[in-house]
């Protein structure tokens, strides 16, 4: 009888979303969670399929389950191995040929058949024990997921939009995650106040396009993500809101508005540009220029006047010249990013991109992400060292206990923050005075 079960998540925060709630697909079954690899009985991979490595992270880390499997049987004890998520979505029956001890295959939009084909793989009378699920059904999965949770988080992910409609050419999610589909407000809203009655004070609203939402609601009329924010400020115990990945094309009146009107809507934007190049925009089909995406910043900014922004960039995309280059870094001049992700271009079979001539070698590829990295990088350090001698308010959602407590949180700014107390601050929200800066986190002055 299956008794443990471990779940390793690579990619994006909507795997992390996913992984969550197969744990508590994996509970309801009667099984325990675990975080030594040789207790699990069912050891599951959430895989990404965005980049290159994310695919390469998945074979290597199958070669250790392979090695575990094989010590576990000698002591008698079975190991049902499942790659899920969106490798295992592009991959498909490849996975089972590469590594053919992989018991289950299933994909980003079949999490809820799980305990189905669990109870087949465990069915001794089955000959053939290879399955796989990669049917693209988000409302059912949706449907059919537990109610209950039982994880509970300060702050939580919520995933209320999935798929995308974009095609950009780079992309593989249309390929991966479906076309887009969006839950229902009421569905949306109950989850929320699940999560708020389990401890949650602040959720963080997910989506491929999380803008693109347009979601039915309680009087059967469609509803954008402005209009879902405001539904769910109301909820008296959130304290906090934040919603990513924001596409530029999906930004509306609505959710200009909220950022305008509501205090629970955090004043930082995740809205990824990837190239400050209107050729290089055109060549990966994202249909906005950079002059259109500046007018969308300074529109938010109105709004709100201590927003702060994120971006993603990719370097090297196949065209891509050194003026092009040079555009990207001035954008970044101007919009002053306070965190960014940034990647060199890496081809996913089956995108429209995937046979694009590339002119440039590998070299020159880093070469480039290193100098936009160093901006970047320059940009979130002077930002974060703004706040030395400052206070800011900080929801602490994780404690350490070792000699001293060591509480760390989250500023409205997205940023870091630890701070070593005398007493736990989990689940509060502070105003601390910081007294260092670091490139990526603060350290605020200690209290009581």
Request: aromatic share 10%.
């Amino acid at each position: 009888m299956l008794k443990k079960f471990k779940i390793k998540t690579f990619g994006c925060q909507m795997n992390v979303y996913d992984s969550q709630r197969i744990n508590d697909v994996f509970y309801k079954l009667g099984y325990k969670n675990t975080r030594i690899d040789q207790e699990a009985d069912i050891y599951l991979i959430n895989t990404c399929h965005i980049r290159d490595k994310a695919k390469q992270k998945l074979y290597s880390e199958l070669g250790k389950i392979y090695i575990i499997k094989k010590n576990r049987l000698k002591n008698n004890l079975n190991t049902i191995c499942i790659v899920a998520g969106c490798v295992a979505q592009a991959e498909g029956k490849e996975i089972f040929k590469r590594a053919p001890y992989v018991d289950i295959i299933v994909g980003s939009q079949s999490y809820q058949k799980l305990p189905y084909l669990i109870k087949r793989i465990q069915d001794k009378n089955k000959k053939n024990k290879l399955f796989i699920e990669l049917d693209f059904e988000p409302k059912s999965k949706f449907d059919n997921l537990p109610k209950e949770k039982s994880l509970n988080e300060i702050s939580s992910y919520l995933t209320i939009q999935e798929g995308c409609n974009k095609f950009c050419k780079f992309c593989v999610v249309p390929y991966t995650r479906g076309p887009e589909y969006s839950r229902s407000v009421d569905e949306i809203v109950n989850e929320a106040e699940l999560l708020v009655k389990n401890g949650t004070k602040e959720i963080i609203l997910l989506g491929q396009n999380v803008n693109a939402y347009h979601g039915l609601g309680p009087d059967n009329k469609e509803y954008n993500l402005g209009k879902l924010i405001y539904v769910l400020e109301k909820i008296k115990k959130l304290k906090r809101i934040r919603y990513m990945t924001a596409h530029p094309k999906d930004m509306h009146e609505d959710l200009y508005n909220a950022h305008r009107n509501l205090e629970k809507l955090m004043p930082f934007l995740h809205l990824p540009i990837q190239s400050g190049s209107n050729k290089i925009l055109k060549a990966m089909n994202r249909n906005y220029t950079v002059e259109e995406y500046l007018k969308i910043i300074n529109k938010v900014k109105e709004c709100r006047k201590d927003i702060v922004f994120s971006s993603d960039f990719i370097v090297g995309y196949p065209g891509e010249t050194n003026d092009d280059f040079q555009k990207t870094l001035d954008l970044v001049d101007k919009v002053k990013y306070v965190q960014s992700f940034s990647f060199i271009y890496s081809p996913r079979p089956g995108t429209m991109a995937y046979n694009l001539r590339d002119n440039y070698k590998e070299d020159e590829k880093k070469q480039r992400l290193n100098i936009l990295q160093s901006k970047l990088r320059f940009y979130q350090e002077n930002f974060n060292k703004n706040f030395v001698k400052k206070s800011l308010e900080v929801l602490f959602s994780n404690s350490s206990n070792e000699k001293k407590i060591q509480s760390l949180g989250y500023s409205q700014y997205m940023q870091l923050v630890r701070i070593n107390n005398k007493k736990n601050m989990q689940g509060k929200i502070k105003n601390i005075r910081i007294k260092k800066s670091f490139y990526k986190s603060l350290e605020a002055i200690s209290t009581v």
